[in-house]
């Protein structure tokens, strides 16, 4: 997706903030899954008729288009030097361990799968259930809000259990 030109009139920046929160709340309400499904399709034709999701898009394209929507007025409003680049849907998986011994396992057991997963960072662990001093994050491709995506979690929760490691949920690929 690329920018196109500047629009006729400027975007105030009280209407541009409204946006943003309105595309991070629309976002939010996405990922909880408290978007009923009529709504989903609605957002997705408007965004395809206007060149920013394909047709046949599903939730997790919504998510990623409103995500990048947002960062593009974010630009809009000066808060970027440059316009971002489009999202490309990878998130981190964060995984705790209370040793960095069991990190280490769990990082070198996942590249063994194939996966990429980061070498272990210290943490506070105020995040994780039990006790975590150390967290692995794990680069996935899948997007968040489809199948592959809650599959890959499933394998990789049952990969850091074998370590005694505990799930922390996912974020955005830090680059």
């Known amino acids: 997706m690329t920018l196109h030109g500047a629009a006729g009139h400027p975007l105030g920046e009280q209407d541009g903030a409204a946006l943003i929160r309105m595309?991070?709340?629309?976002?939010?309400?996405?990922?909880?899954g408290g978007m009923a499904p009529h709504l989903v399709d609605s957002l997705n034709r408007h965004l395809q008729r206007a060149g920013l999701v394909e047709s046949g898009a599903g939730p997790a394209e919504l998510r990623l288009a409103?995500?990048?929507?947002?960062?593009?007025?974010?630009?809009v409003l000066g808060e970027h030097d440059e316009p971002p680049a489009p999202g490309t849907g990878q998130v981190d998986q964060y995984f705790g361990f209370a040793s960095v011994t069991a990190a280490h396992a769990f990082a070198e057991s996942a590249r063994a799968r194939?996966?990429?997963?980061?070498?272990?960072?210290?943490?506070?662990?105020?995040a994780y259930d039990?006790?975590?001093?150390?967290?692995?994050?794990v680069r996935t491709a899948e997007p968040p809000l489809s199948a592959a995506f809650d599959d890959h979690v499933v394998r990789l929760r049952?990969?850091?259990a074998?370590?005694?490691?505990?799930?922390?949920?996912w974020g955005n690929a830090a680059d």
């Open 130 to 137: 039990g006790e975590v001093r150390w967290q692995v994050a």
């Open 66 to 75: 409103l995500a990048d929507l947002n960062q593009r007025l974010r630009y």
């Open 114 to 126: 194939s996966e990429s997963a980061a070498p272990p960072v210290a943490v506070d662990g105020g």
């Open 162 to 169: 074998e370590h005694d490691g505990t799930y922390g949920g």
């Open 158 to 160: 049952a990969l850091a």
């Open 23 to 32: 595309t991070a709340l629309l976002e939010g309400h996405l990922l909880s």
